[in-house]
């Protein structure tokens, strides 16, 4: 039997309106489909399979690997739907008494995962002095009463764990001998430096484990149907890939996946590493930057259903426009026909004035029947698209952080709303595939590794710290299934903490390398 050699990839991006796909050939676009994202969405992605397979004839057995982005965890929380009944355990005592946790959560979300709170001893100072010592019989009588209540997902957070990760990982042995059935989430292994916020985000991640599976699960059957046996990767927040085993373990890793696809597609597509990226899909405009060919990432708290966290997510600014957006006088959006584009709006015989009809009355696009949007006032049409494009150029105006000259690629099927030129951005690019940059982004992705915590400089160097904390995240990037030799270190922030004693300093390192399907 003669083997096929296996070079091709697949991206797929599933967005609230359409879901995109590409097959790839290296850095090359043999082929592109966009179809309508369905209810279940799952077959949408049949759907998209065989719609690549129709454009260009290729064999299931060629495909290297098939790299998906979802929005399906982030509509679960900002829904309160599918989640999972999760417990929190707290290791902090006598500390944060006052603050038990999910204290800022949003009431419909804190009671769709059942309100369960546990403070006990544990905790380090920033420093790994121990602030109290951990209590196996404490750890014992908190699985003895998850058991009684049938809980079946826990978030595990210690004051200080990125610092020490000890009392973390005891609590969840002791749970795990207790209850081994019990889906587990660390803290250290999701959040950053602060305690609410990086509970929160475990919090999250936990009550998506079941979810979780069934989506990994949907997408396997989904690429069995159409007689694909490649592995199958999810995309991060930051741009990178992990496989699904991680997902089930770390499934809020892909919340803002979307707009980070399309960054890094667009990267690609214009071959600017630095640049304003104006995504416009059908229900939205997400507008973000990128800084040496990844997406600059928030250097706050971000906001997840009204739940404040902390870990990695793109600095990203949205407004509610889209292809989608239906259009009231000279209003446009915030709500969008979505899925229903193809059936509601003007130029394909529908009833629903959308900015899409505005578009091609403009005569920025052609697309549907011209004739059915001639009775537009043109007048109108021509003052609506300008306010889109003013809408748009001061989002990206409020995003850049000097008076520099600031390209700007413009990507997304939406993107047929804007003109050539953004007031105040003459440099506008609309690249070669533009209309699914988001599904190129999630084919061309790499695998990456990051480290960020605190360091005492004084028996290390602040040199010796920086060379660890690189050594470090290497070795996780090439532990994720980078390709040794292609790991490299694309960001080093340092920053002094001066509220804390002893030469405290935050250090943040990330490395990338090129995914080598074997290893991973």
Partial sequence: MTRIERTLRIGIDVGGTNTDAVLMDGTAVLAEVKTSTTDDV??????????????????????????????????????????????VIRLALPATRALPPMVDWPDRLRLA?????YLCHGGHEFDGRVIAPIDPEEIKKVAADLHAKGVRSVAISSVFSPVSAEFEQLAADVLRAELPE???????????IGLLERENATIINACLRDLADGIVDAFGTALQTVGIDAPLFLSQNDGTLMDVEYTRRYPVATFASGPTNSMRGAAFLSGLADCAVVDIGGTTTDV???????????????????????????????????????VRGTAVGPDSVGYELTRRALVFGGDTLTATDLAVAGGLAEIGDPGLVAHLDRSAVRA???????????IVDRMRTSAAPLPVVVV???????????????????PDHFAVANAIGAAIAQVGGEVDRIFAIGVLTREEVLEHAKAEALDKAVAAGA????????????????YLPGNAVRIRVKAVGELEVARA
Avoid at 182 to 192: F, N, Q
């Fill in 42 to 87: 799952t077959s949408g992605i049949v759907a998209a399979l065989r719609g690549l397979a129709s454009a260009r004839e290729f064999a299931p057995g060629q495909i290297q690997a098939v790299m998906i982005g979802t929005t399906h965890f982030t509509n679960a929380i900002v829904e309160a739907s599918r989640l999972t009944e999760t417990a």
């Fill in 288 to 326: 973000g930057v990128l800084a040496r060919g990844f997406p600059r990432e928030s250097a706050t708290e971000v906001d997840l259903g009204g739940v404040r966290s902390n870990f990695r997510m793109p600095d990203v600014l949205s407004v509610g426009i889209g292809g989608g957006s239906r």
């Fill in 384 to 394: 609506t698209l300008a306010r889109i494009a003013r809408d748009v150029a001061e």
């Fill in 483 to 498: 390709r040794p030799e292609s790991a490299q270190i694309v960001e080093v922030d340092e920053v002094p903490i001066a």
């Fill in 182 to 192: 019990v889906h587990i989430s660390l803290s250290h292994e999701i959040g950053r």
């Fill in 412 to 430: 997304g099927g939406g993107s047929i709303l804007l003109p050539d030129e953004l007031p105040g951005f003459p440099d506008v690019r609309r």
């Fill in 113 to 117: 995962i059942g309100d369960h709170g």
